[in-house]
């Protein structure tokens, strides 16, 4: 059976423009809209809960397919996320960013900082 | 922390008594007296202006009144007037559950039945003299804050360069126009020991007071290794390394472009770290892109390289933060950057450019409601070595 990025569902939540779903092994974040300053400081507070509670060495997939726009505090949430996974020994993916979350990082020189994923498959593939 | 604002100095709490009957009005106006300060209104229409002309912290609100209802009132103040601090204590003989569920739906915070047990209603009247305390220290605790941002933009307007450097040859306008009061948008220009200039435009990520507080690191980095022959890339070594040391867990970090602009020898040195890119027009050609080719600071370490680019006869360089063009029109687009370059590659380079007047000029509002702080520098150098200065906006040659 094909593995998918929504398949097998876990723990869910949400708030404006941020769902997220345990997964086994794994977190998964979906991102959507117009990720700036008035929702980072809430984000970055829900994701260090959920980091808090998480396994060692977690991973965080972070999908950015349907943000719209990204602005410097978007970026700095990102690094702050891709900081404190690599404090626990775990792991940032961005997953399929879009064109503008694209521009934006590379516009600031980070795009080579992160690790994206554009296919599901090989990330998942990872997973026993 | 908040203050509860129980302390006895507490200016009295205001309340509107509203009911059509005149026993009523008195009996409530009897055992309130003393409690609070009071207003009488013997209907809706009353009621609205007593609270549009002089406003009250409770309001005792009968529901079947004539000339305008008690739902009339809930719904003036909360949609009319844009009141949602004042407490509204809907007394009414009217029992339906329906009544009920309408006015705490259009914006009453509590419904009584009359008749009522005097001190159930004191009692009530106690749950809302606690909220408006309440509210009060809120707005207390929020002017103070307010207050306090208020003094750190303030010495940040202090940082930033006012006049224009007294070089042969070089003229300098700035821009700046904060979203908020605090801002982490930083530029700067100061002559160098060999009499060159300095010109740094910066972007710390996000805004508000702890942008303005690492703005001003940076600041303080940039201003106080002039003189110490510190080049570029070590300049930027040390911001790199101090950034990552004492800010970089926030995930905070910082765009810079620094140049140095040596007008004699017709050459610009400069690094672009994650910064927009740098337009220069030489000699009225086709601008030229001065993109970033290192990360921006404050996320790890990084081996800087200086680039230069060679000046002309006449040499515009024009700098600006993200916050320029990254705004939402009224029709919900957003502008972008490749716009922006576009619209002032055709206008920067013009006899008696206006910078203050940028935004009018690129066929934008005067004001566009930015997401962002914006900042820009414009520089023009003459090898010819004219003496410019800037006064009110306008560049003018110096005897």
Known sequence: MKKQLDAARGTQGSMRNMEYEIREGWLKILLSGDVTSELTRQIKNEIETLLDNSSPRPIVVCDMARVRFLDSSGIGMLVFLHNKLRQKVGRLYLYQPSVAVRKTLDLVQLLSFFELIDDEMEFLGQFP | MIDQGMQSGDAPISVLIVDDSKTVRRYLESFLRGRYLLMLAADGMEAVRCLREQGSEICLLDMNMPRMDGLEVIRHVRNTLRDNDLYILVLTADDSSEQKTTALNAGANDYLIKPVEEAELLARIGVAERQVRLTRSLRRAYAAIYQEIDQIAQLQRRLLPTASPLIPGIAVQSLYVPSSQASGDYFDYFTLPDGGLRVVMADVSGHGA??????????????????????????????????????????????????????????????????????????????????????????????????????????????????????????????????????????????????????????????????????ALWIRLQRSGEMHTIKNGMIRKQA
């Open chain 2, 210 to 375: 702890r942008a303005a507080f690492i703005m001003s690191m940076v600041r303080t980095m940039i201003r106080f290794t002039n003189g110490h022959g510190r080049d570029l890339a070590r300049l930027f070594s040390l911001i790199n390394d101090q950034l990552r040391f004492f800010v970089s867990d926030e995930g905070d970090f910082v765009t810079l472009f620094a140049a140095d602009i040596h007008p004699g020898r017709g050459i610009m040195e400069f690094i672009n770290a994650g910064h927009t890119p740098v337009m220069v027009v030489i000699d009225h050609a086709s601008p030229q892109r001065l993109k970033a080719t290192m990360p921006a600071l404050g996320v790890f370490p990084i081996a800087f390289t200086t680039q230069s680019t060679q000046l002309g006869e006449t040499s515009i360089v024009f700098l600006f933060t993200d916050g320029c063009y990254e705004w939402e029109s009224s029709s919900g687009a957003m502008h972008d950057l490749e716009t922006f370059w576009d619209r002032c590659a055709a206008e920067v380079d013009k006899e008696g450019f206006v910078l203050n007047e940028l935004f009018p000029l690129l066929g934008w509002p005067e004001k566009p409601p930015l997401r962002d702080d914006a900042s």
